[in-house]
């Protein structure tokens, strides 16, 4: 039975210390994305990777790619292999961005993560909106995800308008009124759809709420409130680079959510920087 779980002040206040307690060790490189470089910035790009920010905003220019297969006739499949050895976080783009994701991602599964035979990769995915793609091509990029699994862990991190996307596609059909993380019937209905996926995680949040769904837990956690202006286009790659941040230094997955809420919430534009970040906690820590 998967349990929900709200914490109650005091467990979210001791939180809140443990997460800023783990960032005051870190150093401010450790808040530079692995992946972060001009150099591959635009053959990871059209791979579906972030790759940082500056390489987001103007990426070098490269061959246009259409299939895995030229990559591979582009590209020396030992150099990927180097370059995807120094990080065991991978953070996909939004899927519904990447022209040919399923064949890229697969490709790259088969041919360079699976052959390097690690076990402990961290895998995080996003679709974006998929109301207006047919179910066969969501059904295949889920299949597509799942395969990871065999390779490490896999977050689908979806917001709460997406999260109804997928579950109505795959259970309710185009009648199904639509819900929000404070829908009564919510927690049954993320229930039903991580048990469908093949993922550890699955994280649902909106801009009031955040959840992290696992096998035998359901947590939710209230975001503190932000100007307006803080959700725009970038609040979805902020909370994944505090996401990804809290997995590469070993935190627990609820952590990494309260790290991800953080990000999101206290930058504008540009990556997460520390004292940015540990303000945000402090705040979030003061107003409880």
């Not at 210390?17 to 692995?34: C, N, Y």
């Amino acid at each position: 039975m998967m349990n929900r779980q709200s914490p109650t002040d005091d467990e979210t206040r001791s939180m809140l210390r443990s997460v800023s307690q783990a960032i005051g060790l870190l150093h401010e490189t450790d808040f530079t994305p692995d992946f972060d470089c001009d150099e591959n910035a635009s053959l990871l790009l059209q791979l579906g990777i972030r790759a940082g920010i500056a390489a987001t905003v103007n990426p070098a220019p490269a061959p246009h790619v259409t299939r895995w297969r030229d990559i591979v006739s582009q590209t020396d499949t030992e150099a990927l292999k180097s370059l995807f050895s120094h990080s065991r976080v991978i953070p996909f783009s939004d899927w519904t961005d990447v022209h040919q994701a399923a064949d890229l991602w697969y490709g790259l599964l088969a041919d360079i993560i699976r052959p390097m035979a690690h076990n402990d990769w961290e895998f995080i995915f996003y679709l974006g909106n998929p109301a207006n793609r047919h179910f066969f091509d969501i059904d295949e990029i889920l299949d597509v995800i799942g395969s990871f699994a065999r390779s490490g862990n896999v977050t689908l991190a979806l917001d709460e308008r997406e999260a109804f996307g997928v579950w109505s596609v795959l259970f309710g059909g185009k009648r199904v009124q639509e819900f929000g993380m404070q829908d009564p019937d919510v927690n049954g209905r993320y229930r039903a759809l991580f048990q469908t996926l093949d993922i550890l995680r699955l994280i649902v949040y909106s801009e009031t709420h955040a959840a992290l769904v696992m096998q035998n837990s359901y947590f939710e956690i209230d975001r503190p409130p932000v100007p307006a202006n803080m959700h725009n286009e970038r609040e979805r790659d902020n909370f994944i680079e505090g996401y990804a941040l809290g997995l590469k230094t070993g935190m627990e997955p609820a952590q990494c959510l309260v790290l991800g809420i953080a990000t999101a919430g206290s930058i504008s534009g540009k990556g997460p920087v520390r004292p940015e970040v540990t303000h945000f906690l402090s705040e979030w820590l003061d107003s409880i």
